[in-house]
C-alpha cells in the first residue's frame, strides 16, 4: 500500500538515499528542507511536496501538527552532525526537544508510524555480535541524547495510534559521504599518491552502503516492523582490510602506512551489528 510520508532530514548523507528509495517505490514524499535545499537533496520538484524552514528542531508542536494532514508515516532523519563537533555538542539536547515536538505532533495527527533514526553508539561497546536487544551503555553526549529520545518516544507513544520504529544506524559509507572521511579519505589520497597515515588497523567494523539504508528503511515502511531496528551489514571487517581493498583499486598498498595514526580513546576495538529488518 502506498503511503503519505513526511521525511527530516532529505538533503542529508541518509536522508537523501532514504527520499530516493520511497519514491522508487511510489510512495508520496513531503520533505522539510532549509531554503534552497531541494537541489542539494537530488529530489526533483515534481517528487516531494516541500516544507522549508531555517531550524526545523525550533519549530513548534503546532506548527508541524499543521503539516501532518494525510501523513501515514513520519521518518525523522535530521540531526545535528557537523564533523568534529556533533558527538559532545550541546547542540544535542536542542534536537532532542524539537524531535519531541514533532513526536507530539504526529501523535495528536494519528499517523500510523513513527521511525526515528538512532545510532549503534547507543549499544555498549565494544561488541561484535549486537543483537537488537544488546545492552545500551552510550558514551558520547550524541548518542545518549538518541537513546534518550527513544526511551521518551516509548512513552510518548504508548497506547496511541501511533506505532515506534528505532532504527540503530551502524558504519556507512556512500555517495554524499563528508570527504574527510575513512572511504573518500582513502580514495582521494591513494589517488593523488599521498602517503596515508592510520592506525594499526585491526579495529573491526560494520560497514553498509547507505544506497542499501535508505532501501532497508523503504522496507521497515511497507513491513511496518516495529521496535528497534539494526540497520547493518552483519560481516565483520577490519579497517586494515578496507584500506587494502581501497588500495588495491589505485594500485598503490605502498602507500599505507599503519600503526603511524593515534586512535581516539572513545574508539572502540568491535562495533558489528545482527540485521533484523524484515
Not at 520538484?45 to 499543521?66: G, N, P, Q, R
Not at 513513527?114 to 558514551?139: Q, S, W
Not at 559521504?177 to 573518500?184: Q, V
Not at 588497523?201 to 528497534?228: C, H, N, P, T, Y
Request: include cysteine; hydrophobic fraction near 45%; glycine fraction near 10%.
Amino acid at each position: 500500500m502506498k503511503k503519505r510520508i513526511l521525511l527530516t532530514g532529505a538533503s542529508g548523507f541518509v536522508g537523501r538515499q532514504v527520499a530516493h528509495a520511497l519514491v522508487e517505490a511510489g510512495h508520496g514524499l513531503v520533505v522539510t528542507m532549509r531554503p534552497g535545499g531541494l537541489e542539494r537533496s537530488g529530489i526533483a520538484a515534481h517528487e516531494a511536496d516541500v516544507i522549508e524552514t531555517s531550524d526545523l528542531f525550533a519549530e513548534s508542536e503546532d506548527w508541524w501538527a499543521a503539516h501532518m494532514h494525510g501523513v501515514d508515516t513520519v521518518i525523522h532523519a535530521a540531526w545535528y552532525v557537523e564533523p568534529g563537533k556533533y558527538l559532545d555538542s550541546p547542540r544535542n539536547l536542542d534536537c532532542v526537544a524539537g524531535s519531541l515536538r514533532l513526536a507530539d505532533a504526529a501523535r495528536r495527527a494519528g499517523v500510523g508510524q513513527f521511525i526515528g533514526l538512532g545510532t549503534c553508539f547507543e549499544y555498549r561497546l565494544p561488541n561484535d555480535h549486537i543483537t537488537a536487544d544488546a545492552t545500551v551503555g552510550p558514551v558520547t553526549l550524541y548518542a545518549a541524547a538518541k537513546l534518550a529520545l527513544y526511551r521518551m518516544l516509548l512513552r510518548r507513544f504508548a497506547g496511541s495510534a501511533t506505532q515506534l520504529t528505532w532504527a540503530r544506524l551502524f558504519y556507512l559509507f556512500g555517495v554524499g559521504e563528508h570527504p574527510a572521511r575513512l572511504f573518500p579519505m582513502l580514495h582521494r589520497k591513494l589517488a593523488a599518491g599521498e602517503m596515508v597515515e592510520l592506525s594499526s588497523g585491526d579495529k573491526v567494523r560494520d560497514f553498509l552502503d547507505v544506497a542499501e539504508v535508505g532501501s532497508m528503511i523503504a522496507r521497515v515502511v511497507e513491513s511496518q516492523q516495529a521496535g528497534v531496528v539494526n540497520i547493518c551489514s552483519g560481516r565483520a571487517v577490519t579497517i586494515r582490510e578496507i584500506a587494502e581493498e581501497i588500495a588495491d583499486i589505485h594500485g598503490r598498498r605502498d602507500l599505507l602506512r599503519f600503526g603511524t595514526a593515534s586512535v581516539h580513546p572513545r574508539d572502540p576495538m568491535a562495533v558489528v551489528g545482527v540485521p533484523n529488518v524484515l
